[in-house]
Each structure stands twice: as structure tokens, then as C-alpha cells.
């Protein structure tokens, strides 16, 4: 089984994903992203 990554749309295995949680509306969103996309995403909350 694959997933789609959240901002890129690559396709990753179940084995490669990250799972994170951001609100949007007052609610909140778990969305899958691919490593690439989650060092990114890591970084961006650093600062």
C-alpha cells in the first residue's frame, strides 16, 4: 500500500512516510508527507 506525500505528491511506501498534525480552521489535520518534504517541514518550524 502507498500514500501520496501532503505538498509534493510523491508516491511513498508505508515504510518511508511521516505522519504530522497542523491546524487548519480550528481543526485539526493529519497529513502524510515523504522524507524530503518532512526535513523541510522540520526545518520550518525550527525558526
Excluded: A
Aim: charged residues 25%; proline residues 2%; aromatic residues 14%.
Amino acid at each position: 500500500m502507498s500514500n501520496q506525500c501532503f505538498y509534493c505528491q510523491y508516491e511513498i511506501d508505508n515504510q518511508k512516510l511521516h505522519v504530522v498534525s497542523f491546524y487548519n480552521v480550528n481543526q485539526e489535520c493529519e497529513e502524510v508527507l515523504c522524507p524530503e518534504c518532512y526535513r523541510e517541514w522540520l526545518e520550518g518550524i525550527k525558526e
